[in-house]
Antibody
Framework: EVQLVESGGGLVKPGGSLRLSCVASGFAFRSYRMNWVRQAPGKGLEWVSS????????YYADSVKGRFTISRDNAKNSLYLQMNSPRGEDTAVYYC????????????????????WGQGTLVTVSS | SYVLTQPPSESVAPGETARITCGGDNVGTTSVHWYQQRPGQAPVVVVY???DRPSGIPERFSGSNSGNTATLTISRVEAGDDADYYCQVWDSSGDHAVFGGGTRLTVL
């Protein structure tokens, strides 16, 4: 069974730091781009960051760029999000998500989507 | 940055058809994906690549995308379809995902 399990959430003070983890199982983790997506309480989904399968490319939403760092350890089937200098607006449930890709031979145009998602870990930024 | 616009809410009676729209500038030129999120649960993809269904998703779920509007259609709506629905695309760089604001579907 393909599974993603996040951990590391909790209460953190503004300006502090926190590291989220996501452990993958049931698939070839090293072959997939991975993502973090968050959801503030009562709000919609917001993409946070992605990392390529070999860690050569990382991308960030403008809202977290320069403060958060995504990384992975393929030997441990693990994805991480280092959150530095968090702010109140970073309070959210953080989901890790595998990115599935469909190429031109199978789909009408190359594209990718998030499947599956982990159950999420709640981060609360407050003094 | 690219913006996707969804109606905040829709309501439908059981057995009827629900249509949830996702508007964006020339959204028909890119692939749209749809996610269902039941209360207290993680999102699940129900349609990818405009109109394809993952295994395990009922045929009642379908999608279309043309011009400035993508649409998720749920036929013969059931109580279990009561959830939030989000559309998603990638921006022009292909490296930043964009989500719509979400639509709360209420089954009456």
């Amino acid at each position: 069974e393909v599974q993603l399990v996040e951990s590391g959430g909790g209460l953190v003070k503004p300006g502090g730091s926190l590291r989220l983890s996501c452990v993958a199982s049931g698939f070839a983790f090293r072959s997939y781009r991975m993502n973090w997506v968050r959801q503030a309480p009562g709000k919609g989904l917001e993409w946070v960051s992605s990392i390529s399968s070999g860690s050569t490319h990382m991308y960030y939403a403008d809202s977290v760029k320069g403060r958060f760092t995504i990384s992975r350890d393929n030997a441990k089937n693990s994805l991480y999000l280092q959150m530095n200098s968090p702010r109140g607006e970073d309070t959210a449930v953080y989901y890790c998500a595998r990115e599935r890709y469909c190429g031109i031979t199978t789909c009408s145009r190359p594209t990718s989507w998030f499947d599956p998602w982990g159950q999420g870990t709640l981060v609360t930024v407050s003094s | 940055s690219y913006v996707l616009t969804q109606p905040p809410s829709e309501s439908v009676a059981p057995g009827e058809t629900a249509r949830i729209t996702c508007g964006g500038d020339n959204v028909g030129t890119t692939s749209v994906h749809w996610y269902q999120q039941r209360p207290g649960q993680a999102p699940v993809v129900v349609v990818y690549g405009d109109s394809d269904r993952p295994s395990g998703i009922p045929e009642r779920f379908s999608g279309s995308n043309s011009g400035n509007t993508a649409t998720l259609t749920i036929s013969r709506v059931e109580a279990g379809d009561d959830a939030d629905y989000y559309c998603q695309v990638w921006d022009s760089s292909g490296d930043h995902a964009v989500f719509g604001g979400g639509t709360r579907l209420t089954v009456l």
